[in-house]
């Protein structure tokens, strides 16, 4: 079954991509410099053909049937794709809804002399382009949200590393704010590196956390008490003035725990705790040895 | 009935859990072992939970009782080998076992056992030989 706007369209493909091109160009705020013209023009005659195939199958309320796939395609491919150029949800949004403008111009041009048609061919493109739009910013947001995940992920790798200063000591630099989904992360890799390496100190440097509250300092202590249950002992270091403060004023109990001020002096203890002596070397000895 | 076997090590006690724990075994250890602290007289207990995958709140505190019973009896304990998973479990369980000391595996549990003690293998070799020619 055909319908009239079907039938518009197909008649006045050309036209009505042309106007198309005309509106999404007319909008002041595109940035020509992201997409380049054949590439506009490919992916809106792609769009439309796929609109028009899409019509003349008869459906036209349902986007999610199965006579819509290649739209949804086409639409979700073109919104992720944009996403991860940077386009604003404007921009991506008004390459749905100019469609609009150009069909309605077409319709009205054909049935100027028929209002009822009209108004009935308007109200259903309108619907259906209105759920295009939607599921077009649906999908935006989804590709945007892709691409933070990506960057959490990549964050959390880049900032827990291991770092084994020496034999049986392990350091590790937390930078960044200390929130569950970290802490998790830092204790994984802290625990599976003292399996890995048999190390019996690990150095937990803090210099880098903007702010301990009480969820940190919990996460902190969690943190130590799974390192002491797996044999190994955990020296947090790195505590400024402003954090020692906050810590006491919040009444939190860090005095099972060893605590350094600095990474140096954490380092001392465990070298201290290992029985390891590190001292400067007579010049002249040093001479003589060479 | 299953059970986990308990090796005498000198002055210590020795024991390795190679399978999962479940509740009626890990009772029966729990029994034994004191049993055995008493009996022989040990100075020190250590438990190897290397192969041990899952645990749950009863095993942790199975494990605490373990370690505040021996001490009472005069015998330290130390748990040595627990696996990353293990020690994050428990501790979001909360349980710290306080009072259980910790080892990263057998060997260094075994010093750490010795110090606590105030032995050294040196010394107690010396003194075990002399005993071994008396008996003779």
């Known amino acids: ?82 996403a991860r150029r940077g386009y604003s949800p404007r921009e ?15 319709l009205e041009k054909e049935f100027k002399s028929q209002p009822e048609i009209l108004y009935k061919e308007i109200i259903l493109v309108n619907n259906l382009l209105d759920s295009l739009s939607i599921f077009t910013f649906e999908t935006f947001i989804k590709g945007r949200e892709e691409v933070i995940l990506r960057q959490t992920d990549e964050i959390n790798e880049i900032s827990t590393p291991v770092i084994r200063v020496w034999e049986g000591i392990l350091a590790l630099p937390i930078i960044g704010t200390l929130d569950s989904a970290r802490t998790q992360i830092v204790m994984e890799n802290l625990l ?7 190390s019996s100190i690990a150095i937990l440097d803090i210099s880098g956390v903007p702010a301990v509250d009480s969820l940190v300092a919990q996460h902190l202590i969690k943190t130590v008490s799974a390192t002491r249950l797996m044999g190994a002992e955990c020296i947090i270091s790195g505590i400024r003035a402003e954090i ?17 001020a600095s990474l140096a002096s954490a380092l001392r203890l465990a070298y201290d705790m290992m029985g390891v002596e590190v001292k400067k070397m007579d010049r002249r000895s040093k001479i003589s040895l060479l | ?43 020190g207990v250590l438990i190897d ?24 009896m005069d015998a330290e304990t130390v748990v040595v080998g627990m696996q990353p998973a293990v020690a994050i479990t428990l501790v979001e369980l909360g349980l710290t076992l306080q009072g259980v000391h910790t080892a990263l595996n057998v060997e260094k549990g ?11 293998l040196l010394n107690q070799e010396e003194y075990q030989e002399p005993a071994d020619d008396t008996d003779l």
């Open chain 2, 1 to 43: 009935m299953d059970r986990i076997p308990i090796l005498k090590m000198g002055p210590f006690l020795l024991v390795t859990i190679q399978v999962d724990l479940y509740d009626r075994l890990a009772l029966n250890l729990e029994n034994d072992l004191i049993t055995m602290v008493s009996k022989t007289e040990a100075k």
């Open chain 1, 192 to 198: 599976q590196e003292i399996v890995a390496t048999g």
């Open chain 2, 110 to 120: 075994m010093e750490l056992l010795q110090n606590k003690i105030g032995l050294n």
């Open chain 2, 49 to 72: 939970i290397s192969a041990v995958s899952i645990v749950d709140s009863f095993m942790g505190r199975i494990l605490g009782n373990i370690a505040s019973m021996s001490r009472i």
């Open chain 1, 92 to 106: 991506t949004g008004t390459f749905v809804l100019s469609l609009k403008q150009s069909l309605f111009d077409a």
């Open chain 1, 244 to 260: 020692a403060q906050t810590i006491v004023h919040l009444g939190i109990d860090l005095s099972n725990i060893k605590t350094k």
């Open chain 1, 1 to 82: 079954m055909k319908n009239a706007t079907s039938k518009v369209i197909r008649k006045n493909k050309a036209q009505i991509l042309e106007s198309w091109m005309k509106y999404q160009l007319t909008d002041e705020d595109l940035r020509d410099d992201l997409m380049n013209m054949e590439e506009l023009h490919g992916q809106s005659e792609q769009l439309l053909d796929s609109f028009l195939n899409a019509l003349e199958s008869g459906n036209m309320n349902d986007i999610n049937a199965r006579e819509f796939e290649p739209i949804r395609d086409t639409l979700g491919e073109i919104s992720v794709m944009r």
